[in-house]
């Protein structure tokens, strides 16, 4: 019994197992829901919508025809030490999701460009200074990952007047953005890179990828914003460089360790701001439909959407 003919799908999700087995009934009612770690016959079971899935989770299912992935980023379930090789791994592109990710990073450019930060400490001081404001286009931001959620954020920060470069692993033009790709790009990007946002995934080749030399090659008090994943930074040389004043400012959403450690010198770091990873959070009505027309599809010979390239990661 395949997932052509009777799709059997096992939840391990972000606690809201409930939730998405709820909404899975009123878009796609043919589809059979167990939730995790009751699986019933494990030879059932065809496709699953994972997030961290634990070690053994993949162990005894030995029919998965499909994973999806509940976030944007796959890390968890590449590194999950059961997961077998060659199955086609969806990852999530729901519109919601995008829409939740360019807020985030919206709000924090936005914070930073007109010195928010600065305003919220001379408060807690009751001290008045008009801090000169500056016109967006005067303002460089780098957007490092140019995947989905980078493109919508670079369309939006150029809506409101922002110069926008961009990074990537590889070549390709995205409209209103320059563009730099490879090793040779990365000092040219930094660089010019005012305020930084990190939307990168974890991958072997971008982990620290924000350390003590890259963080030196911003411009004088940049900002750093980490939308992507704690691994790209290390956070030693993060507090090092806002000590030293390399860096006037960071947003934080993700870090090496979550939950951030109550030891962690970030969480009380004057110019940091630190949110419990809820830059985006995926919507299930969207995140649903996006899979249901997937299976949909698949059933009638389509292939899967937005599947991980094995060589790359992501
Ligand atoms: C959240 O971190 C995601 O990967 O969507």
């Known amino acids: 019994m395949g997932i052509k003919t009777k799709p059997v799908m096992l939840l391990k999700t972000d606690d809201r197992d409930q939730k998405w087995a709820e909404t899975f009934a009123e878009i796609i009612p043919a589809l059979e829901i167990r939730i995790w770690p009751n699986v019933g016959n494990p030879a059932d079971i065809n496709c699953a919508l994972l997030w961290a899935p634990p070690p053994e989770l993949f162990r005894d299912l030995k029919n998965l025809e499909v994973l999806f992935s509940i976030g944007a980023g796959v890390d968890s379930l590449l590194t999950c030490p059961t997961l077998p090789a060659d199955i086609p791994v969806v990852r999530m592109v729901e519109p919601q999701l995008t829409a939740g990710m360019v807020e985030y990073c919206l709000f924090n450019v936005l914070r930073f460009h007109r010195l928010m ?20 286009s005067e303002i460089t931001v780098g957007v490092m990952g140019l995947g989905v959620l980078g493109q919508a954020l670079s369309a939006q920060l150029c809506a409101l007047n922002y110069q926008v470069v961009g990074y990537r692993r590889s ?78 400012a960071a947003a934080l959403d993700v870090f090496e360790t979550e939950p951030l450690p109550e030891s962690s010198p970030i969480w009380n770091h004057p110019r940091i701001l630190v949110t419990p990873h809820i830059g985006s959070v995926t919507f299930p009505p969207t995140a649903c439909r996006y899979i249901a027309e997937a299976i949909v ?15 790359s990661g992501y």
């Open 297 to 311: 599809g698949y059933q009638h010979g389509a292939p899967w959407p937005n599947t991980v390239k094995t060589e």
């Open 171 to 248: 070549q390709q033009d995205v409209e209103g953005v320059e563009v730099f790709y490879g090793e040779d790009g990365l000092q040219p990007f930094l660089s010019r890179s005012m305020i930084l946002v990190l939307l990168m995934p974890a991958t072997s080749g971008t982990q620290k990828l924000i350390n003590a030399n890259t963080l030196a090659m911003l411009p004088p008090d940049a900002f750093l914003i980490n939308a992507g994943r704690g691994d790209l930074v290390d956070e030693n040389a993060l507090v090092a460089a806002l000590d030293n004043h390399t860096l006037e």
């Open 117 to 136: 930060h600065r305003f919220e400490e001379q408060q807690s001081r009751r001290y008045w200074e008009d801090l000169e404001q500056v016109p967006a």
